[in-house]
């Protein structure tokens, strides 16, 4: 596998441009959406695929081995779990 580095670093360069035009979509969301559960979600999911972008092509995880990203990547989504149900029984509660 032959890769020129104007290669690599055109890759690296479009990676850059699509990290900024998310983090401009987050900060849309975050200006002009009125505040809300749907609003949330949306960050959450935008930021969660520029983090996966960030860790992917940035720090070069895509050529690590299986183990080392599902050991990086199953306690995040725990992470994001245990704060979905938080959220939500804070919600469920302050109803009763």
């Not at 035009?21 to 949330?40: D, M, Q, R």
């Not at 935008?46 to 199953?74: G, I």
Request: aromatic share 16%.
């Amino acid at each position: 596998m032959n890769h020129s580095s104007s290669e690599h670093s055109t890759t690296n360069w479009n990676v850059v441009f699509l990290i900024l035009a998310l983090i401009a979509v987050v900060f849309g969301l975050a200006l002009f959406i009125p505040g809300g559960a749907l609003k949330t979600v949306l960050i959450v999911s935008v930021s969660a695929v520029w983090a996966f972008f960030l860790l992917n092509d940035l720090m070069h995880l895509k050529f690590e081995s299986k183990t080392l990203k599902l050991s990086l990547s199953l306690p995040i989504i725990f992470l994001f779990w245990l704060l979905g149900v938080l959220f939500l029984s804070a919600i469920f509660y302050s109803f009763h």
